[in-house]
């Protein structure tokens, strides 16, 4: 027993905690802020100003609604299934932090002579970890509808994860095209294979377009905002919630929205690649420590241009009936995602002969 533990690698145990809680810690920081930028862009694009009250251009708003949520009355419905209803938003966040595991931030860090990976956990099936945990989200969004005992709550809960579900499968099949070209489910190799040459989505632009949509609609974003439908349901799923069960239901979602736009960067956008920069020759003159700075710095560049299509979207388009969100689903994404897979495999082959 002694000699086992003296055996145990503590110091890449304690680089995993570190970079755990700082992934963490900044996911959070940045779903905080996406809510006061949220404002920001709704006001630009109305004519308004927006959040300007807390704090210089009210940038202590996410502060100030933290506050008000856990200042608010905790209330849990007499006729819910308690256990279930305090597990359900739980299960959203903890859905919602997971995914960042296997996401590589950045090239490797020199730590006193320790070559240090920006990359808590870099596993053979990165992207069937990342799909096994966002079909876990489902499961939040049904819980906390059913557990609350009220039928517009489940209505919107029926409809938020037969959305998920319908959306998953064009998103997997246009992924399938993707690891045709890559030939591995590592993200690390996925991003290497784009370091210093050309990102997927030049090869693959009709399947990244429908990633993105699907994506809106995993992310439960307008036009696919369904689950969340005001006008028709009351308010949706989380209707009976409130305080920091409520907040932790919406605060996944713009976890989700965040982590959504990550994953796309790394799949089709190159990852933490600085484009028209050699990474390894900067690497060799700047040192490999500011270098990955600069990649991560280039990976959340690319991640807040998405994140600021979502909201401009949002506020742009209309949101779509259901029937016309199942039909886009799955009459028109899935047939688009297999003719995108047998064009691929095909053109695959070809080359090859």
Not at 48 to 68: H, M
Not at 96 to 105: F, Y
Not at 242 to 249: R, T
Request: charge should be neutral.
């Amino acid at each position: 027993m002694y000699f086992t533990l003296l055996a145990f690698d503590w110091l890449f145990m304690i680089e995993k905690l570190v970079l755990i809680v700082g992934i963490v810690s900044i996911s959070l920081v940045i779903a905080m802020y996406e809510t006061w930028l949220e404002r920001k862009v709704a006001a630009w694009m109305q004519d308004r100003r927006g959040p300007s009250r807390a704090g210089p251009i009210g940038l202590l708003q996410p502060l100030a609604d933290g506050l008000k949520l856990f200042m608010k009355e905790e209330i849990i419905p007499n006729t819910s299934n308690r256990l279930l209803f305090i597990l359900g938003p739980c299960l959203a966040m903890l859905a919602a932090m997971m995914t960042s595991a296997v996401i590589p931030w950045g090239g490797n860090i020199d730590f006193f002579g320790r070559a240090v990976s920006l990359q808590i956990a870099d596993i053979n099936i990165g992207i069937l970890y990342v799909f096994a945990v966002v079909s876990m989200g489902v499961f939040g969004i049904m819980i906390g509808g059913w557990a609350s005992n009220n039928k517009f709550s489940l209505m919107a809960a029926l409809r938020g994860a037969s959305q998920a579900i319908s959306y998953e499968l064009p998103m997997g099949l246009s992924l399938i095209a993707l690891l045709m070209l890559t030939g591995s489910l590592k993200l690390s190799v996925i991003v290497g294979q784009q370091l210093d040459g050309v990102w997927n989505v030049v090869y693959q632009p009709l399947g990244f377009l429908i990633f993105l949509i699907c994506a809106f609609a995993e992310c439960n974003r307008t036009p696919f905002d369904l689950p969340e439908a005001e006008n028709e349901l009351n308010f949706g799923y989380h209707q009976e919630y409130s305080s920091m069960k409520l907040g932790f239901y919406l605060f996944a979602e713009y976890i989700n929205m965040f982590i959504s736009s990550v994953i796309m960067s790394t799949l089709y956008f190159g990852g933490y690649d600085i484009p028209f920069v050699n990474d390894a020759a900067l690497a060799e003159s700047i040192g490999v420590n500011l270098t990955a700075g600069l990649q991560a710095l280039t990976l959340f560049i690319k991640t807040g241009g998405f994140i600021f299509f979502f909201m401009w979207v949002r506020w742009t388009i209309p949101r779509f009936r259901y029937d016309q969100l199942m039909n886009l689903g799955w009459k028109k994404m899935v047939p688009l995602a297999l003719a995108n897979m047998i064009i691929t495999a095909a053109v695959i082959l070809w080359l090859k002969k």
